[in-house]
């Protein structure tokens, strides 16, 4: 279809640069759906984080209880969807490139509908109708639920808008359709929302209050994933250590340490990961929950944003640097093999040149195998926004983040060059990037190991593999025995 429509082939080049949102369909995605088809297809791309790609595949499921089926070619579908994220300027400069496309499409197929999701719909609500002309439906986080009827009333013409948040909400009761999936890792929301109000932050505002979903729900879909073959959860929540739910039958509270635990009881094969950890909340229980059990996996994301304190404080992060440091020293004293990555904000309102220097040092004292590393984006309606003005310049801030990346990936390659001899159990996720002779996989500290491939190894299975090589990014290796 794209190769005799000179405007479809210019899209089709967008859409193959576009790779990042691009989501891909597995055949058993279809496998739990009862309702049959109406005949009518939806088109899904997601930005942002983890959870965003997560609320996808509940968005993706109640579509198809309504007879919609996913298609992964937008210029088949009848509605396409954008899954969106306010983090940065950037990100939501990227969405509205992608909403000019979709434009595009809507003037080649009239009667297509398109619909905002997630954060940005969040945030710029009604606001979003007049600016995007060509939008139809606008639907924050907590309204998935009212996706089918805005459905219904975009296709009698009409424009909505839901952006309710809601303090219940967790869709515990969706079974999410897994989109872009390997079969073998898999995401589990636990909690949504955000309580901590970091100054540089837009989540509170576009994912409201936090609520921790009924933790036999979340037992059930890691027991259902391990059933279906997968070998890999992760957990996640904006802040997964203040993760508590009372039982309102007994009023038993369960913590995110009984949480982990009960997770890992799903089956000794069955791995499970979590993120994001908050420096201020990670506690020692946790710790040595990770310890006691080997399918917990050994590694840690704990954001420090900035290393120094007085940035720390007007970040509102409510934690110092001795502090993160006491945590980072607690890891590895508890969990002595543990990993830990981390996310960094480079020029942050006010930041001066030491407070800068103190945030690379943390990158070496730290010992980070990796991290995320940003400039900082101002965001209306943030306390740093009203409180601070963004008065670091971005000739600055560039080159900070260009010192924090420089060492960052001195720490990684060293971190990485330290693994060379050992052996690592990995859980194969599938064939290299480059090859098909060679398998990925990551051990449990998370780190991408590619080796060649072996006879009756499968996706999905682990191997003993001994690294070879290393490179800042990955690691090489073979497989062996322990
Ligand atoms: N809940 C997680 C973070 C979620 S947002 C936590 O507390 O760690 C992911 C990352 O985006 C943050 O850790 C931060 O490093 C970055 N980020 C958030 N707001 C930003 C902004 N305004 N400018 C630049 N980076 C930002
Ligand atoms: Fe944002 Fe802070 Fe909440 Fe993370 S903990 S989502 S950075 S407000
Ligand atoms: Fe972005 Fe929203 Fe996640 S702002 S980072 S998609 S919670």
């Not at 997601?46 to 210029?75: H, K, W």
């Not at 409201?208 to 890999?232: H, K, N, P, T």
């Not at 304190?309 to 508890?334: F, G, K, P």
């Not at 209306?380 to 003005?389: D, I, M, N, S, V």
Request: with cysteine; charged share 30%; net charge negative.
């Amino acid at each position: 279809m794209y190769d005799n429509n000179p405007t479809l082939v210019g899209i089709k080049k967008e859409i193959d640069e576009a790779k990042q949102g691009q989501v891909f369909y597995d055949e058993k995605a279809l496998a739990n759906v009862e309702k049959p088809s109406n005949g009518k297809h939806f088109y899904i791309e997601s930005y942002g984080c983890q959870m965003n790609f997560s609320d996808s595949e509940i968005v993706a499921s109640i579509l198809s209880e309504v007879g919609y089926r996913p298609t992964r070619a937008m210029e088949e579908a009848d509605l396409i969807l954008v899954n969106t994220c306010s983090i940065r300027e950037k990100a939501e400069e990227t969405v509205r490139q992608r909403l000019r496309i979709f434009d595009k499409m809507k003037r080649q197929r009239p009667g297509t509908m398109v619909g905002v999701l997630g954060c940005m719909a969040e945030r710029l609500k009604a606001k979003f109708l007049e600016e995007e002309k060509l939008v139809d439906m606008v639907i924050g986080p907590d309204a998935y639920r009212d996706l089918p009827n805005l459905v219904a009333g975009a296709e009698e013409g009409e424009r909505g808008v839901n952006v309710l948040l809601s303090r219940e909400e967790t869709y515990a009761d969706i079974s999410p359709m897994r989109l872009d999936s390997n079969g073998v890792s898999a995401f589990i929301s636990i909690m949504r929302g955000c309580n901590n109000m970091c100054s540089f932050c837009v989540v509170p505002f576009t994912r409201g209050r936090e609520r921790s979903r009924d933790c036999f729900s979340i037992v059930s879909e890691a027991q259902d994933l391990y059933e279906r073959g997968y070998r890999e959860v992760t957990l996640l929540g904006q802040n997964v250590d203040s993760y508590r739910w009372e039982n309102p039958e007994t009023q038993e509270v369960v913590n995110f340490a009984n949480l982990l635990e009960m997770v890992a009881l799903v089956h000794p094969d069955m791995r499970v990961r979590f993120s994001t950890s908050h420096p201020k909340d990670i506690t020692d229980e946790v710790l040595h929950t990770i310890a006691r059990y080997e399918n917990i996996c050994k590694y840690i994301h704990l954001p420090v944003q900035s290393g120094n304190s007085v940035v720390l404080e007007r970040m509102n992060r409510t934690y110092d640097r001795e502090w993160y440091m006491e945590r980072v020293q607690a890891i590895y004293r508890i969990i002595p093999e543990c990993a830990i990555s981390s996310d960094i904000i480079a020029g942050f309102c006010g930041e001066l040149e030491h407070e800068h220097k103190e945030t690379v040092s943390m990158v070496e004292w730290a010992n980070y195998s990796m991290s995320y590393m940003f400039f900082y984006s101002e965001r209306p309606g943030t306390l740093a926004a009203r409180k601070y003005p963004d008065d670091v310049p971005m000739e600055v801030k560039k080159r900070r983040l260009q010192e924090i990346v420089d060492k960052q990936n001195e720490v990684s390659l060293r971190h990485n060059k330290a693994d060379i001899g050992k052996t690592f159990k990995v859980l194969i996720e599938g064939d290299s990037k480059k090859s098909d002779r060679q398998f990925k996989g990551r051990n449990s500290q998370n780190k991408m190991i590619v080796f060649p491939k072996v006879n009756g190894l499968k996706p999905g299975d682990y191997a003993w593999v001994k690294v070879t090589g290393a490179t800042s990014a990955t690691l090489m290796g073979e497989v062996s025995f322990p």
